[in-house]
């Protein structure tokens, strides 16, 4: 792996993540959010994204728990893959989540009552998580490219079970769209 001694390249490189982070969150807002929309598509492909991104934050959250097992284990290779296999997992979900907003749109929740209100919190709380999530993601990486373990397993500590939240939140979000909408 790469090593980086200099302080100040590691905080430039860190503050660039959080800004990258920023840049992509505000984009992924506009996008979902305030975007023209799309005239609706016709590819069938595209009714079965909702399915598709649930099973890619599925086995993130998966890789991740495989990750952490394998860490515990003093097993850093298997560590090192299954992590990474997490980090792919959630960009398949990013892409095919764009993909899928860009052609169909935002879908509204229709049911009423307690699972309206679990719903809404599921969604806050998961939207509001990845502005945190990306950033943390991407510095723990950074700091293990740059095999800066203390740090790494520091950062790693708050990143883990934020990331296995927004993962496992984004499959509720979407069993919540099927039993009750």
Do not use: E
Request: net charge positive.
């Amino acid at each position: 792996m790469i090593k980086l001694k200099n302080k100040y390249l590691n905080t430039l490189i860190i503050n660039s993540l959080i800004a990258l982070s920023l840049a992509i969150f505000c984009f992924l807002s506009w996008f979902i959010y305030f975007k023209p929309t799309t005239p609706p598509s016709t590819l069938s492909i595209i009714n079965y994204l909702p399915l598709v991104n649930s099973l890619f934050n599925t086995a993130s959250a998966i890789a991740m728990c495989l990750g952490i097992r394998a860490i515990l284990k003093k097993d850093t290779h298997t560590h090192k893959r299954y992590m990474i296999t997490a980090l792919i997992f959630s960009t398949l979900f990013l892409i095919s989540y764009l993909t899928y907003h860009h052609f169909h749109g935002d879908t509204p929740f229709l049911a009423q009552g307690l699972v309206r209100s679990l719903y809404f919190f599921t969604l806050i709380s998961h939207i509001s998580l990845t502005l945190f999530v990306l950033p943390l993601i991407l510095i723990t990486v950074f700091y293990a490219l740059i095999s800066d373990n203390d740090k790494h397993k520091k950062i790693a500590k708050w990143t883990f079970p934020l990331w296995l939240y927004v993962s496992v939140t984004g499959v509720l979000i979407y069993l919540f769209q099927v039993f009750f909408n």
